[in-house]
């Protein structure tokens, strides 16, 4: 057994009894003895991923699945959930992987796979991972047992950032603007893929930090897993625009001699999404429609939220529609499953798991019950907790059953008491005044704490934190005892985004908040891909509108490269624009580039700095445009989350 005495953040504590007394529990039910897992993870294994870190240009690191080493020992420390335990392991069978006649996967390599297809003269890429880094190690990888041929497609099977970002790393701009590389994407691609984390983006990044746990040592004690894979990698993410858009519901093309039907699955794990299906190939690439666990109907970081319902269909759809004709069923995460009558099973497994859990929830609302009694109540039928796909290692089942009611009623619960409650804050201070101040709230949590009672711990040393100021010797005892909580809840989580963000919770309890730059930084292909109106819309979104009460400015934007106009309004301390559009009387006219948008975009040049060294021109009165900048807020990227906001903070 591994030893927990390591491998965990600073002032990790070892598991209690009550925590040991949940995982030996947990033994006793979970199909444990399964191997089937491991096998199919091994089969066609071909060659190990490269030795040693990918890093950077610069030699900053970006990816090390060394790190997880620890995993080697079969049985689960007191530490990790021994369901969790066992999928971590399952998502170390990393390398090259010969799936079948023509097709190959690079798996470990990022949280996400990359497939390759080869075609009669060259090669379909399916996901070119996270980052350049990885995927440029993932193709060369390839390179290094097949012959080097060339990428004649490029296929983004959706919207989010691990299944495009790495694409530079494995074609050029220059090969796609010459017709040499076609890139192939969902309707809705570009617009799904920039707008991703846009408007929320401060906020979602601050939240992913919890999801995916990337700031946790990893260890016994710490980050063991993400769920999809082992985490994110750090890299350069990059993004080309499709030249192909599958438009139809259903459409078949054929790429140098490969058949690929491709079938529309919005709504569900993305917004812009698509299964392929391979006849000649007698291959079905889900790409994450299914995975090798539950998945997310909201994820931890945010979004908006997915459609049980329609996911469930998708899945019968494809069950009715390429079951028969299938041998093998792949994704872009996890590993495959074998055999025709492997996969009709785990479709229908998956498809069962979604509409049970959204049924049943759907029935227990309009029986009444709340979104967390609901959560609290519902379980999975055995037949589906017997299969590991159908765990809660990424998404779980409590938060899935929350989000399923967010998505048919919203967050009010229906009882006038909650229509209008106090802030946090001023609850937080309410209720421990009224439980008899917090020295008594601390005494009673710390006999608690010792009852096993940790998630009632953490709640009330959240309370105690939020009601009082940083720094007070209460708040740091309580948030001393709040983190020892959220460890253990750590601990039990056989979801790997929940341990992460209990765990994360924890180290920000015990230490602060991350000292990471003070603003995220933005991605170069996604600002330059950004429509116009979303660069407004996002600047609209900063404004203060206490700072802009009373004023009315209205600016003209010319971009000389592109021809664009805008017009810009500020009024009712709401900022609103109009496309192809000038006012004879604005205050002023501001003249400019694209590029030099982008660049300011990227924070890399300033408005006045523009003005100022001629790459923007105002006519009328500058002093109108950098008024109304100075009216925009800068977001703080590492803003408190467990503990009290600093004096004259938003609260």
């Not at 199919?40 to 870190?53: E, F, K, S, T, W």
């Not at 798996?107 to 390759?116: C, E, H, K, Q, V």
């Not at 309890?509 to 170069?524: D, F, N």
């Not at 891909?529 to 400015?553: C, I, S, W, Y």
Request: aromatic letters at 8%; proline letters at 6%.
């Amino acid at each position: 057994m591994s030893s927990d005495t390591a491998f965990g953040p600073p002032g990790a504590q070892p598991a209690t009894e009550t925590t040991r007394a949940c995982q030996h529990a947990a033994r006793r039910w979970l199909p444990l003895t399964d191997e089937q897992s491991f096998d199919d993870a091994r089969r066609g294994h071909v060659a190990d991923l490269p030795a040693g870190a990918i890093t950077r240009a610069n030699g900053g690191p970006v990816w090390n699945l060394a790190a997880y080493g620890f995993l080697a020992d079969e049985e689960a420390p007191d530490s990790v959930h021994p369901g969790l335990w066992r999928h971590a392991r399952v998502n170390m069978i990393s390398g090259l992987f010969r799936v079948c006649e023509r097709v190959w996967q690079v798996r470990g390599l990022d949280i996400s796979n990359m497939t390759i297809i080869e075609g009669d003269s060259g090669l379909i890429v399916i996901d070119p991972l996270v980052s350049t880094e990885t995927a440029r190690a993932a193709i060369e990888l390839y390179f290094a047992h097949r012959p080097r041929r060339p990428v004649l497609a490029m296929i983004y099977s959706h919207s989010h950032v691990d299944h495009f970002g790495g694409v530079r790393g494995v074609i050029a701009e220059t090969d796609v603007e010459a017709g040499k590389v076609q890139v192939i994407a969902p309707k809705g691609f570009m617009e799904e893929a920039v707008s991703e984390n846009v408007m929320a983006g401060n906020a979602m990044a601050r939240r992913a930090l919890f999801q995916f746990g990337p700031l946790l040592p990893r260890g016994v004690r710490g980050q063991v897993d993400a769920g999809l894979g082992k985490t994110t990698s750090t890299g350069t993410v990059s993004l080309i625009a499709p030249t192909v858009v599958i438009e139809q519901p259903v459409e078949r093309h054929l790429i140098d001699g490969i058949e690929c039907v491709f079938e529309l699955t919005p709504g569900a794990e993305a917004p812009s999404e698509m299964i392929i299906h391979h006849p000649g190939l007698r291959v079905l690439n889900m790409t994450e429609i299914s995975s090798q666990n539950f998945h997310n109907l909201l994820p931890l970081r945010g979004a908006q939220v997915r459609d049980a319902l329609a996911w469930s269909h998708y899945l019968d759809g494809a069950l009715q529609r390429y079951g028969e004709q299938s041998d093998v069923l792949i994704a872009q995460h996890h590993w495959p499953v074998w055999g025709g009558e492997a996969v009709d099973g785990f479709l229908r497994r998956q498809r069962d798991l979604y509409k049970y859990v959204h049924d049943q929830t759907v029935r227990l609302m309009n029986h009444g019950l709340l979104a967390g009694e609901i959560a609290e109540q519902l379980q999975l039928p055995e037949a589906l907790l017997a299969d590991w796909a159908c765990h809660g290692f990424y998404g779980s089942l409590k938060h899935n059953v929350k989000a399923i009611v967010q998505r048919y009623l919203g967050w009010y619960d229906a009882n006038p008491a909650n229509l209008d409650p106090l802030p946090p804050a001023q609850t937080a201070r309410r209720t421990i005044a009224y439980m008899g101040g917090a020295e008594a709230v601390l005494d009673r949590a710390r006999a608690d704490f010792a009852a096993g009672e940790y998630r009632w711990v953490a709640q009330v040393c959240s309370l105690v934190c939020h009601a009082g100021q940083a720094g007070d010797p209460v708040v740091v005892q309580a948030g001393a005892l709040g983190a020892d909580a959220l460890e253990q809840l750590g601990y039990q989580a056989e979801s790997a985004t929940w341990r992460n963000a209990y765990l994360q919770g924890a180290l920000e309890w015990r230490h602060g908040p991350p000292q990471l730059p003070g603003s995220h930084p933005a991605v170069a292909d996604v600002v330059r891909a950004m429509p116009l109106g979303l660069f407004f819309d996002t600047l609209a979104m900063r404004l203060d509108g206490a700072k802009a009460a009373g004023r009315h400015v209205r600016i003209n934007w010319s971009f000389s490269d592109t021809g664009e106009q805008v017009l810009l309004n500020l009024e009712h301390s709401a900022l609103t624009h109009r496309l192809g559009v000038q006012h004879p009387q604005a205050d002023a006219h501001a003249t400019l580039t694209r590029a030099t948008l982008d660049e300011i975009s990227l924070q890399r040049l300033s408005f006045a700095e523009a003005l100022k060294t001629g790459r923007m021109a105002i006519a009328g009165d500058p002093r109108a445009l950098l008024e109304l900048m100075a009216m925009v807020d800068r977001f703080e990227r590492m803003y408190p989350v467990l503990g009290p906001r600093p004096a004259g903070a938003a609260r």
